[in-house]
């Protein structure tokens, strides 16, 4: 997992595929304007959501894959869930490339405008947590094709 600043990360270039590609797509936008709604990178077609939601203490912790999760608070804050590498649940599903664990995280941190991580394939988060009251949070989250 990376847990850094959106402005920081190109950093992180050389470690984390198909991120300056990402980086420069965004940061060419008003993120706080962009329409809720699944958009695509002009170069290679990543996928990314703009998400908006109120954060709830009810979350499931989720794994992925073949994507890592890129995900870049634009308003509001949430506390995430994180933990180390772990096997996928038994509920993942290859097709929607997602599992549901059955426990939460003991671990968190949390996210304000600015704040962005990377969470890679088979590392369990709960994103979209309350931190101390539910609040609406804007969201930007790419899926980054990755292969390990």
């Not at 847990?3 to 300056?20: I, M």
């Amino acid at each position: 997992m990376i847990n850094d600043r959106f402005s920081n990360l190109s950093r992180y270039y050389d470690s984390v595929p198909y991120l300056e590609e990402i980086c420069d797509e965004l940061c060419g936008k008003d993120l706080s304007s962009l329409e809720v709604g699944t958009y695509y990178t002009a170069k290679s077609h990543i996928k990314y959501m703009v998400q908006s939601y109120e954060t709830r203490s009810d979350k499931k912790a989720e794994a992925h894959k073949a994507f890592a999760d890129l995900q870049l608070v634009v308003s509001g804050r949430e506390k995430f869930g994180v933990a180390v590498k772990s096997e996928l649940p038994e509920s993942f599903s290859e097709e929607d490339d997602i599992g549901f664990y059955d426990y939460a995280l003991e671990s968190s941190i949390i996210l304000s405008p600015g704040d962005a991580v990377i969470v890679f394939p088979y590392e369990p988060h709960t994103p979209g947590c309350t931190f101390r009251e539910p609040e609406m949070v804007r969201k930007i989250v790419v899926k980054i094709p990755f292969s390990l």
